[in-house]
C-alpha cells in the first residue's frame, strides 16, 4: 500500500514519514541545506508480519506543486499533514483539492506539532479541518493528533494507515507503469521508478516505453524495496531495463513503461472537466493549462465541447489538446493548473483517450461520449447502440487496458458480433445485410447495363454511411456470405449476370471461336464487321459490354484479347525473365512486332511491365490481375 503525504510548506510531513519509517525521505543535498523537500522522496517500513507500508513524500512549497502531482497519481490513500501551530494554510488547500480531484476517497489526516498546541487548540484545529474535509471526497477522514518530536500518536496513526488496506485497484489489464524518476546505476544501467498503475511486471518481460516507443526488457526488479520477480499493481517499482536504444536520457519522468498493447501514444484526450469551485471566473473555450496526468507534465488547451464557458464548480464535456503526445486511459485522471503555475483550476476524467479531431463537438460525438463514460459492464450495449453502429474494438480494448478476451466476452454479453476488428449489435449486421442486397438490387434495376457497382460508389449508397474501413470489413463479411459478390472490381449480386440479345449471342459465339483461334493476334473490330457483316459500331458495343463483363480485354483501341489469354502472356513475358526483347516476346507469340509491341505497350501501362530503354521485366506483384496463369506458360510465374 502506498500512501503519499499532502500539506503546506513546513507542516511536518517529512519529519513524520521519518517518526513513521526511520527513513529520511529528503534526499537532495540541496533539500538538506534548505531544510524543505523539494522532490518526490520514498521511505518503506516494513512492520515485520509481512506487511508494509510505502511513503511518497512530496514538497509543500508552492513552486513544487508539478513534483507533489507526480507523486500523488500513484497513490492508494492520502495522509493530509496540517500543523497544529499553524492551521490550514494555502497548500493545504490546493494539495487537499488535488487529492479531492485525483478522486482519492482513503485516507486520514495528522494534525502535526501537536506537541506545540493545548487540548483547546487542537479541538479547534480538528474542527476546522472537518469543514474543510466536508465537501471533498475524504469527508469523515479521521484526524489523529501527533508528534515527530515526542512520537506522540505515531503508532496509532500506523495503525490507522494499515486499516485502511489497499485498494486493489487496476489489477487486471496489461502492464502500466508511471515513471517518476530514471537515473543510472553502476554495474546495472539504466533503472526507472515508479508505481505500476494496472497488470503486473515481471523479469524478463519485453516493454515499451511510450510515448517513445522504445524497447525495454526488464533485467531486475524491485518491488517496494525489495529485489523481487514480479511487481503488482498498487506496488512501486524500480525496474532496471535494457534494449538497443534505451539511455538514461531517452527515459523522463512521465513516461510509461506498458505491454506492447498499451503503446497508443494521444495528444487530444476527452474528458469530464470539473472547474474548482474556488475559481473566480467561467473557464473559457480554448484556455491554455498546465495538465498532470500520471507522472506526466505537459502544456495544453481546453476545448470545451458543452457551451464555450464552465462554470466555477461545474463539471462538463471536454477535450484537452496537448502539445506533446502522453499515454493516457480512460479513467486516468488529469489535473489543470492555470498558465503561470500558480494554482490548481480543474480536474478531469479521462473518458476517451483518442479524442477525434474533428466533430468533437456535435449531438452524436456527445452522445456516443456519454455511452462511453458507462462502466465495463454496460459500455458496449450503450456504445453499439449509438449511431455510428459500430466500436473499433482494438481501440475500445486499450482505452479501457481490457485484454482481448475480455472484450470478446462483453461484446457477446451485449450480444454484439466482431466483424474484423469492429463490433456490431447482430441487429446492425442484420440490418447491413439487407442494406447490401437492397443497395446492390435498386442499382441492377436502375442500370440493367451494368455488371454492377464499384465499392466506393456502394459504400456512399448504402442506406447507412460506414467509414471507409468499416465498410470494407462488412463487405467482405457479405461476400464471404454470398450476399454479393465482387466480380474484377465491381460488385453485383451473385445472380446478376448481364443478358445479350440472341442475334448478340450468337455473334459473340462465332467471335469467340475466332479470338480463341488466333488468340495471340486476334482480329481486329473491323475484320469481325467485314466478315460476319454487321455494322462495325455494333461489333464495338457487343465486345465492350464483354469486357464490362471480364470476358475479353482491350488490348489496344478495337483489339480485344480472350482475358484467359492476357493471363497467359502475362505468364510468357514473366518466363522470359528480366531484361527480355520485344523480338524475344514476339518470337514467343510468333504474332508478328506490331501486335506484340502493343501488347508490351499495355504490360506497360498497367505495370505489369517496367520498361527500360528496349529492355523490359515483369512486376511480380502485378502478374495476377487477369486471373491465374496458367501453369503451362509458366511454372514459376504465380
Ligand atoms: N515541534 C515540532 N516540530 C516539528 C514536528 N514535525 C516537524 N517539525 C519541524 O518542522 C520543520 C519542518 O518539518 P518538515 O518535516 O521538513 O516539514 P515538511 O512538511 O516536510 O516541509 P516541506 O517538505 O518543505 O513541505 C522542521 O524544523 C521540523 O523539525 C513536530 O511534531 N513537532
Ligand atoms: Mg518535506
Given amino acids: ?53 510505502g511513503f511518497v513524500d512530496v514538497p509543500g512549497h508552492e513552486r513544487f506543486v508539478h513534483n507533489m502531482l507526480a507523486g500523488a497519481t500513484g497513490i492508494d490513500a492520502a495522509l493530509l499533514v496540517v500543523s497544529a501551530a499553524e492551521g490550514i494554510k ?30 483547546d487548540q487542537l479541538l479547534e484545529r480538528m474542527a476546522e479541518i472537518e469543514t474543510l474535509l466536508a465537501p471533498t471526497a475524504l469527508r469523515g477522514a479521521e484526524i489523529v493528533p501527533v508528534s515527530a518530536i515526542t512520537g506522540q500518536g505515531v503508532d496509532e496513526l500506523k495503525a490507522r494507515l494499515l486499516a485502511l488496506g489497499e485498494s486493489g485497484k487496476g489489477t487486471t489489464g496489461y502492464a502500466r507503469l508511471a515513471v517518476d524518476r530514471c537515473f543510472l546505476l553502476s554495474g546495472a544501467g539504466v533503472v526507472v521508478t515508479g508505481t505500476v498503475h494496472a497488470g503486473e511486471i515481471k523479469v524478463g518481460d519485453h516493454l515499451l516505453l511510450t510515448p517513445s516507443g522504445l524497447e525495454a526488457r526488464v533485467r531486475s526488479l524491485h518491488a517496494q524495496n525489495r529485489a523481487a520477480e514480479v511487481g503488482h499493481a498498487g506496488e512501486r517499482c524500480a525496474l532496471n531495463l535494457s534494449g538497443p536504444r534505451l539511455s538514461k536520457d531517452s527515459v523522463k519522468r512521465g513516461d510509461w513503461v506498458v505491454s506492447a498493447e498499451l503503446h497508443a501514444p494521444t495528444d487530444r484526450i476527452d474528458v469530464e472537466l470539473k472547474l474548482l ?24 488547451r481546453v476545448a470545451l465541447l458543452e457551451g464555450d464557458r464552465l462554470a466555477p464548480g461545474a463539471s462538463r ?75 473499433d474494438l482494438g ?84 461476400v464471404a456470405a454470398k450476399t454479393v459478390t465482387v466480380d474484377g472490381a465491381l460488385v453485383r449480386l451473385p445472380g ?72 497467359e502472356m502475362i505468364g510468357i513475358a514473366h518466363e522470359l525473365g528480366d531484361d527480355f526483347t520485344a523480338a524475344q516476346f514476339r518470337d514467343r507469340l510468333d504474332n508478328g512486332r506490331k501486335v506484340a509491341i502493343l501488347i508490351l505497350e499495355f504490360f506497360d501501362r498497367h505495370g505489369i511491365t517496367i520498361r527500360r530503354g528496349d529492355l523490359r521485366r515483369t512486376v511480380p506483384q502485378k502478374l495476377g490481375q487477369y486471373g491465374p496463369i496458367p501453369s503451362t506458360a509458366s511454372a514459376s510465374a504465380v
Fill in 1 to 53: 500500500m502506498i500512501v503519499g503525504t499532502a500539506g503546506h510548506i513546513d507542516h511536518g510531513k517529512t519529519a513524520l514519514v521519518k517518526a513513521l519509517t526511520g527513513v529520511d525521505a529528503d534526499r537532495l543535498k540541496e533539500e538538506k541545506a534548505r531544510g524543505i523537500t523539494i522532490d518526490l522522496g520514498y521511505a518503506y517500513s516494513d512492520l515485520g508480519d509481512g506487511r508494509q507500508l
Fill in 90 to 119: 494555502p497548500q493545504t488547500v490546493e494539495h487537499l483539492q488535488i487529492m479531492d480531484l485525483l478522486g482519492l476517497d482513503r485516507g486520514l489526516v495528522a494534525l502535526t506539532k501537536a506537541d506545540l498546541a493545548n487540548d
Fill in 277 to 300: 469551485s474556488s475559481e473566480a471566473q467561467p473557464l473559457k473555450h480554448w484556455s491554455p493549462a498546465h495538465v498532470h496526468l500520471g507522472a506526466a507534465h505537459v502544456m495544453g
Fill in 317 to 391: 464535456l471536454a477535450q484537452i489538446v496537448l502539445e506533446e503526445k502522453i499515454s493516457a486511459l480512460a479513467g486516468d485522471r488529469a489535473i489543470l493548473r492555470d498558465p503561470s503555475a500558480t494554482r490548481t483550476i480543474a480536474g478531469a476524467v479521462v473518458i476517451d483517450p483518442f479524442g477525434p479531431p474533428r466533430n468533437r463537438r456535435t449531438p452524436r460525438r456527445l452522445a456516443e461520449l456519454a455511452a462511453l463514460a458507462q462502466p465495463n459492464a454496460t459500455v458496449l450495449p450503450a456504445l453499439l447502440r449509438e449511431e455510428a453502429g459500430f466500436a
Fill in 395 to 478: 481501440r475500445f480494448g486499450v482505452a479501457r487496458n481490457l485484454r482481448s478476451g475480455e472484450v470478446d466476452r462483453l461484446l457477446a454479453e451485449a450480444g454484439g458480433a466482431k466483424v474484423a476488428r469492429f463490433g456490431f449489435l447482430a441487429e446492425t449486421l442484420a440490418a447491413v445485410r439487407a442494406d447490401f442486397t437492397g443497395t446492390v438490387k435498386a442499382f441492377h434495376e436502375a442500370s440493367p447495363d451494368a455488371l454492377g457497382l464499384p465499392p466506393e460508389r456502394l459504400r456512399v449508397s448504402l442506406g447507412k454511411r460506414w467509414p471507409p474501413a468499416v465498410f470494407s470489413a462488412l463487405l467482405e463479411r457479405e
Fill in 496 to 567: 446478376h449476370a448481364l443478358k445479350l440479345g440472341a442475334r448478340d449471342e450468337a455473334l459473340w459465339n462465332k467471335i469467340a471461336g475466332d479470338l480463341q483461334r488466333d488468340r495471340f493476334k486476334p482480329p481486329r473490330v473491323r475484320d469481325f464487321a467485314q466478315h460476319y457483316d454487321v455494322p462495325e459500331p455494333n461489333v464495338r458495343k457487343l465486345l465492350r459490354q464483354l469486357a464490362k463483363l471480364g470476358r475479353v480485354i482491350e488490348v489496344a483501341p478495337d483489339q480485344f484479347f480472350l482475358r484467359p489469354v492476357v493471363a
